[in-house]
C-alpha cells in the first residue's frame, strides 16, 4: 500500500471515529434529558392522590377533574388565572395557568378539563402549576384540554 492510499485510510479512519463519538455523546444527552425529574408525566388521579398522601411535590401529573369554582385573579398579580377542579375521587386541586405566557382558559362552574402541569402539595388538596409551554430543560409543556381547545 502506497503512503497516499496509508493516509486517505488513516483519514476515513478519524473520521468514523469522530463520528461515532458525536453520535455516543447525543445519545448519552437524550438518554440524561429523559432521566431528569419532571421529564415524565404521570397520568390519573391516583398520581395526584398518593402525591398528597405522602406530602409530595414537584411531580408533573396529568388529570381530568371539574370545575368547582372559579377565583378571581389576584389584584397585585393579574398573570395568574386560579380555578379549582375538583377530581374522581373528590380531591381539591386549585389549577394556577400563567396568562402571560398561556391564553385564559373560558372555564365555568361544572366544565369538565384535563390538566397537565406541576403538582405541588398543599394542606388544602395541592396546586397544579406551570400549566402552560415551558421553555425551560426542567419539565415537559403543561396544558388545559377544555371544549376541544388546548391552552397552553
Not at 382558559?105 to 402541569?117: E, F, I, K, M, Y
Not at 394542606?123 to 391552552?151: A, C, M, V
Amino acid at each position: 500500500m502506497s503512503a497516499t492510499g496509508l493516509q486517505a485510510r488513516k483519514s476515513r479512519l478519524r473520521w468514523y471515529l469522530a463520528a461515532i463519538t458525536v453520535l455516543a455523546v447525543l445519545a448519552a444527552g437524550a438518554w440524561w434529558w429523559q432521566a431528569r425529574p419532571g421529564y415524565e408525566v404521570e397520568a390519573g388521579f391516583a398520581v395526584v392522590e398518593d402525591a398528597f398522601r405522602s406530602r409530595q411535590s414537584s411531580i408533573m401529573a396529568e388529570v381530568t377533574g371539574t370545575v368547582a369554582r372559579v377565583l378571581l385573579d389576584d389584584k397585585d398579580d393579574l398573570r395568574n388565572q386560579k380555578f379549582i377542579i375538583r377530581l374522581p375521587n373528590d380531591q381539591s386541586v386549585l389549577v394556577v395557568h400563567d396568562q402571560k405566557a398561556g391564553r385564559r382558559v373560558p372555564v365555568s362552574v361544572g366544565d369538565t378539563v384535563l390538566v397537565r402541569g406541576e403538582y405541588m402539595w398543599t394542606e388544602t388538596g395541592g396546586t397544579l402549576r406551570n400549566t402552560q409551554r415551558d421553555f425551560s430543560p426542567r419539565r415537559l409543556h403543561g396544558w388545559i384540554d377544555h371544549k376541544g381547545d388546548r391552552y397552553q
